[in-house]
Nanobody
Framework: VQLQASGGGLVQPGGSLRLSCAAS????????MSWYRQAPGRQRELVAT?????????ADSDSVKGRFTISRDIAKNTVYLQMNSLKPEDTAVYSC???????????WGQGTLVTVSS
């Protein structure tokens, strides 16, 4: 299983980015797909998840709710993270994760760097 994250870059505060996580196989093979982020000097934190059934959930924090949206395109085997109204504190390496209960495994893609700065 390979996960390929892309879409990061430099954006000004208030701007938007859409991250993509493309899987090498059907994303319906995973129970949960998630986006995590790790800011410099901080621990990795969960940002958002989407289950096999399509249920979405966001970090229990006001930091992303209402600004970030996780979605998926099953036909393209891709999960997205739409990020709006970006703030400097959103600067981090964003990584995608896929969990399979059948394989009892977590899969990680390489991170994509998001820098929010003027």
């Amino acid at each position: 299983v390979q996960l390929q994250a892309s879409g990061g870059g430099l954006v000004q505060p208030g701007g938007s980015l859409r991250l993509s996580c493309a899987a090498s196989g059907s994303i319906l093979g995973f129970d949960i797909m998630s986006w995590y982020r790790q800011a410099p000097g901080r621990q990795r934190e969960l940002v958002a998840t989407v289950t096999k059934s399509g249920y979405t959930n966001y970090a229990d924090s006001d930091s992303v709710k209402g600004r970030f949206t996780i979605s998926r395109d099953i036909a393209k085997n891709t999960v997205y993270l739409q990020m709006n109204s970006l703030k400097p504190e959103d600067t981090a390496v964003y990584s995608c994760n896929a969990y399979s209960s059948r394989a009892r495994a977590n899969y990680w893609g390489q991170g994509t760097l998001v820098t929010v700065s003027s």
